[in-house]
């Protein structure tokens, strides 16, 4: 048992038992409109960021503003050991933050406020004083998030998202296997749907978790086969590029399944702590996936059932 691990790991246990949970995303899904779904919610750990969400972005971004609060509080209760792993997960929403001011800074709307990281942040607020995408590659390039290239916000996110998914697994080896299938989610997204080579960047970012052997795969079925066959499962089934999204929902319910297991079978310790932020963002990921549901009127998610 890791002493100074205790109390972090017990309100991890304790904020993980609050999710939403599988069942409830469920009925929120089935809702008529979006207002009965944030109904649903009203006693949920959301709800405070929920109520008056005027539509399903602003609610998406309450949704996220609270797996930011709740890593931000468990960071409050880690050990000094536990900061890499706090500092890691956060990247998530450095990205966003980078993401936002990118399309900006390419001519697009106006960045939103963007997420408070305080001492979570890798880079942020430095990022936010770039004023051009040229000088934002710059400034990433000489941080943590290091060369990720400056070829498009599409190119720039698939690369943030690999060094952020790399960062993640070196501090929790039990993150390694997510990080290999988003990885090859990536890949195969950028061969078979967009059509086009991954930049020098990206492929550099790639390859020491994918090897090299996919990268001349001119079909779906080509690339999985290319794959070392520990990744392949994450393609089972998906014969088309137009399905890779039940790829992703699987990814997810898998995150979600080993998050679990490291909440009960884990002693005290970082395990702990990493189960709990996983379960933690895909309850997240849960509830968005019903509300769009909601938000369409579609009576139900076919993300949710993917992802079982």
Not at 15 to 20: G, I, L, P, Q, S
Not at 47 to 73: D, K
Request: hydrophobic share 50%; with cysteine; proline share 6%.
């Amino acid at each position: 048992m890791k002493a100074d691990w205790v109390a972090a790991s017990v309100r991890a246990r304790s904020m993980a038992h609050r999710r939403v949970g599988a069942g409830a995303s469920r009925v929120a899904a089935a809702q008529p409109t979006l207002e009965r779904a944030l109904s649903s919610l009203q006693e949920s750990s959301y709800a405070e960021r929920l109520r008056g969400a005027p539509g399903l972005a602003a609610a998406e971004r309450a949704l996220q503003e609270t797996v930011l609060w709740q890593l931000r509080v468990l960071a409050g209760w880690l050990p000094a050991s536990g900061t890499a792993l706090a500092r890691a997960a956060a990247g998530a929403f450095e990205i966003e933050n980078v993401m936002a001011l990118a399309h900006q800074l390419a001519g697009g709307a106006k960045a939103p406020e963007p997420y408070h990281l305080g001492a979570l942040a890798t880079a942020w607020p430095r990022l936010g004083s770039a004023g051009s995408v040229e000088e934002l590659a710059t400034i990433l390039r000489a941080t943590a998030w290091g060369d990720v290239g400056g070829a498009g916000p599409g190119a720039l996110r698939d690369a943030l998202d690999v060094v952020w998914l790399r960062r993640l697994a070196a501090v929790a080896p039990p993150a390694r296997p997510w990080c290999g299938a988003v990885c090859a989610l990536t890949a195969a997204r950028m061969l078979t749907v967009d059509g086009v080579r991954p930049p020098a960047p990206v492929l550099h970012l790639l390859r020491p978790v994918l090897g090299s052997s996919w990268e001349a795969a001119a079909s779906l079925a080509e690339f999985t086969s290319a794959l070392q066959p520990s990744l392949r499962t994450v393609l089972v089934g998906i014969a088309s590029p137009k399905d890779l999204w039940r790829a992703e929902a699987r990814i997810c319910a898998v995150v979600e399944k080993d998050g679990f297991h490291l909440l009960r079978a884990s002693m005290p310790g970082p395990d702990v702590v990493l189960g709990a932020i996983a379960v933690l963002s895909t309850d997240a990921w849960r509830v968005r996936a019903a509300l769009t549901a909601a938000a369409a009127g579609a009576g139900s998610s076919e993300v949710l059932d993917e992802a079982g």
